[in-house]
Each structure stands twice: as structure tokens, then as C-alpha cells.
């Protein structure tokens, strides 16, 4: 599977989000160089526990600059993140238990999310936190 690449696009113009996003491409990516390297079962439930964690830390951040500024969209933009966590704890917990590779649906799963999340669902919050002054 083809590694997600970064470039501007992704920007959502406020650095520190930026850079959790970066961290999360790169922990995506980590898991994708794995995807047909057998290690033990043990080793996938932690890179992909560690993507999960710091996916939430994540999701914390940007929740709380839209409570903080007012953002419209936040309960819907809420609700996508949570989505995304009740499918990754479940993948932690059931599917990585007895498996030696990291099976492609995860992956897939996990790269369209991303990439879609921060182009489409993410931009939206773009233009408004800019005329917040946010950067
Ligand atoms: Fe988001």
C-alpha cells in the first residue's frame, strides 16, 4: 500500500494542528511499511494502541479550540472523531489479538479516514479559525 504523502493541501493553517496531523500520517505510515512484515501480534496492538492514544490526544485539541471559539460545526465534527475512536479501540482490542500481519482492511480503513477527515471534514474549520486569528 502507498504511504500517505504530506504536502500543503493538508494545511489547515493553525501549526500545532498541523503538526499532530503530520504525527498521525506518520504513525499511519509506520503501520502501512509493516502491512506484510510478520511480527507478533503483540508489536501491531502497539504501534496501532500508540496511533489510537495519540489520535484521541489529538481529536482533544481541536475540540477544544471549537468550544473555545464557537465553531458551528462542532458537534457533527465531534461526532466523526468519536467514530473514529470506537473503530480503533475495537480494532485494538478484537481483530489485532492473534494476527501476525496487519490485515489491509485496518490499514485502508485507516489511511481513507485520515486523508478524507483532513481534506474534507477538517478544511472546513480552516477559513473560520483563520479569521479568528488562529495560526
Ligand atoms: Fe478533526
Not at 475540540?63 to 471559539?69: G, K, P, R
Not at 473503530?87 to 485502508?108: G, H, N, Q, R
Request: proline residues 1%.
Amino acid at each position: 500500500m502507498e504511504k500517505i504523502i504530506w504536502d500543503e493541501s493538508f494545511s489547515v493553517g493553525i501549526q500545532e494542528i498541523d503538526e499532530q496531523h503530520k504525527e498521525l500520517v506518520r504513525m499511519i505510515n509506520k503501520l502501512i511499511g509493516r502491512e506484510d512484515i510478520s511480527v507478533d501480534s503483540e508489536t501491531i496492538s502497539d504501534i496501532l494502541n500508540e496511533m489510537t492514544q495519540y489520535a484521541g490526544y489529538h481529536f482533544q485539541t481541536e475540540e477544544q479550540y471549537m468550544i473555545e471559539y464557537d465553531y458551528p460545526d462542532y458537534l457533527s465534527h465531534k461526532k466523526q472523531h468519536t467514530e473514529f475512536k470506537k473503530k480503533t479501540v475495537a480494532f485494538c482490542l478484537d481483530t489485532m489479538s492473534y494476527k501476525e500481519t496487519i490485515p489491509k482492511e485496518i490499514l485502508t480503513y485507516l489511511k481513507t479516514w485520515l486523508v478524507h477527515h483532513i481534506l474534507k471534514v477538517d478544511m472546513k474549520y480552516k477559513s473560520f479559525f483563520k479569521e479568528k486569528g488562529l495560526r
